[in-house]
């Protein structure tokens, strides 16, 4: 592949907040527009752009009122014959927020795009333009492919630093170039206040940009907006997302810790104790800040397939929505399990149809380390795993279904990435030490987090037989980002050979572990 320097072969995002002007920012810098009755439309929380395929993309921005969303496309920056795109009303209905398809792009090409936000009353009068780029997917196979993956942004209270730099890992990541971002969930921490000031275990402070949505759990539908406006206070983001595409998922923190459809929390912080309610707000706002082609089909999914070219097909997967109540996880019937039956359904075909070499299994949950809920009290079980080494039982029993699946179909080029147990760690999962055998060797791999507390290396579930080749973890709980173990993951699938090459990598960059994969192999 042939890539530039970052962020030399990108505009640079303008219009963006200075995240270190205020440690503390008033509700009203993202809420109703009361604040700017006069003067033009501004867009200060950056573009995104999401979903990018060979011939397609989906283009975001906010404004700071009500606003028209015009989107002009170019081959080169100085937007010489420029296409013009019209977009939707931007109104308080969405907050201010909107999404703009674009269709029937050239292939394999760098976009330059800017975003005008003109005045409804009178579309003369426009804002500064807001500019970005993108690449779209290759159809030409010798091009090749590359994407860094990570999760889980500002948890356990640990949010924009601004004597940290802010989030600088996407900085690191920006510096590889990459065609595209997956995110594999945890966006934001729905159900972590960010307080002003933390006390570090050296007796130094930690200080935390904060915002008054940020003080508390989100429950309201504003509240929840609140937390995705907060990450965009953030310039290495607002750069980040102006200069790479992403493919975003979620997880529990965008809504709270844990939760499954139907729980009743327990937790005193909260009013309303319906998870359900609070689901539903929160996938607004999730729908709102992030530009998911899905989201606005009439079934309102996450979960997809983003097609990017003959290399790489993505799947990418929803644990959350569908799941069953967490339990101990050790029935021995499970037609529901993680994924609900329709997606399970749903995965096997696209992998079935899937002509791509490579074929990414984005699960925003691992499969074979333990990850547990003991928030009521209970030995409940939160992910895939119980820690019965035996054959499957309880959700293992869908994931066993589906390798038995791929298996039987000879899919080749399957390989699971995810994050969410915020360490970095290469598995590798093989029937020879399995209880369950029914199944070809496959690989999977956790990174993150993205800027959050780092944990302990998870324990293992050998049903599926897997082998930890490499980990890194803290010995302890919750370490600050400062204390470093903050983490992301690259993936480069060579247009000539097709080998695909897993990079984990730290905060700056550095290369802790790597690993080639060959292409047109069932298990390996």
């Known amino acids: 592949m042939s890539h530039r320097p970052f962020p030399g072969r990108r505009s640079v995002l303008r219009g963006s907040l200075a995240a270190s002007a205020a440690l503390t920012l008033p509700t009203a810098l993202g809420s109703a527009p009361a604040f700017a009755l006069s003067g033009r439309p501004k867009a200060g929380w950056g573009v995104q752009t999401g979903d990018v395929t060979c011939d397609s993309g989906l283009v975001w921005v906010r404004s700071d009122r009500p606003a028209r969303m015009i989107v002009e496309t170019s081959a080169t920056e100085s937007f010489r014959n420029a296409r013009r795109w019209h977009g939707p009303l931007l109104d308080a209905g969405t907050d201010f927020t909107g999404t703009t398809p674009l269709r029937g792009l050239p292939s394999g090409e760098q976009i330059h795009y800017r975003v005008l936000l003109a005045d409804p009353d ?21 091009d090749g492919v590359r994407f860094v993956w990570s999760g889980d942004l500002a948890g356990q209270g640990w949010g924009i630093n601004p004597d940290f730099g802010g989030y600088t890992i996407y900085n690191a990541m920006g510096r590889l170039d990459p065609d595209f971002f997956l995110c594999s969930g945890d966006n934001i921490y729905a159900d972590g206040p960010i307080t002003s000031s933390v006390t570090l275990p050296d007796g130094s402070t930690w200080r935390n940009i904060t915002t008054e949505e940020k ?23 607002k750069r980040f997302n102006a200069q790479v595409p992403s493919i975003i998922q979620w997880d529990d923190h965008e809504v709270t810790n844990n939760w499954y459809p139907g729980e009743i929390l327990g937790d005193s912080r909260y009013t309303e104790k319906n998870v359900d309610v609070l689901a539903a707000r929160a996938r607004q706002a999730f729908s709102e800040y992030f530009p998911i082609s899905t989201l606005r089909r009439p079934d309102g999914r996450v979960y997809r397939t983003v097609h990017h070219g003959p290399l790489l097909d993505v799947f990418v997967l929803d644990m959350r929505t569908y799941r069953n109540a967490n339990s101990t996880d050790d029935q021995t019937t499970d037609a529901q399990g993680i994924l609900g039956a329709e997606q399970l359904k749903w995965l096997k075909g696209e992998l079935a149809r899937s002509r791509a070499v490579w074929k990414v299994i984005a699960s925003d949950m691992p499969l074979g380390l333990v990850v547990p809920d003991t928030g009521d009290g209970k030995p409940n079980i939160e992910a ?8 499957p039982l309880g959700r293992e029993l869908q994931i066993a279904e589906l390798l038995r699946f791929i298996k039987h179909r000879r899919i080749t080029g399957t390989v699971w990435l995810t994050a969410d147990v915020h360490h970095t ?16 060797p496959f690989w999977e791999f956790v990174t993150g987090p993205l800027n959050a507390g780092a944990f302990p290396a998870s324990a293992l579930d050998a049903t599926f037989g897997p082998e930890r080749v490499f980990v890194k973890a803290p010995t302890a709980a919750n370490v600050s980002p400062a204390g470093g173990y903050q983490f992301f993951g690259d993936v480069d699938i060579d247009g000539h050979s097709g080998e695909l090459t897993v990079r984990l990598r730290e905060q700056d960059g550095t290369v802790l572990f790597t690993k080639v994969l060959q292409p047109g192999r069932v298990g390996q």
């Open 425 to 440: 760690s290469a598995q590798h999962y093989q029937p020879s030490r399995a209880a369950f055998t029914a199944f070809e």
């Open 215 to 237: 003080s508390k759990v989100a429950e309201t539908l504003a509240e929840f907006r609140g937390n995705f406006r907060y990450n965009l206070l953030d310039d290495n983001l």
């Open 384 to 391: 895939v795993a119980q820690g019965d080494p035996g054959a």
């Open 122 to 142: 009178d579309p003369r009068r426009t804002g500064e333009p807001v500019t970005g780029t993108f690449r779209t997917a290759s159809a030409r196979r010798r």
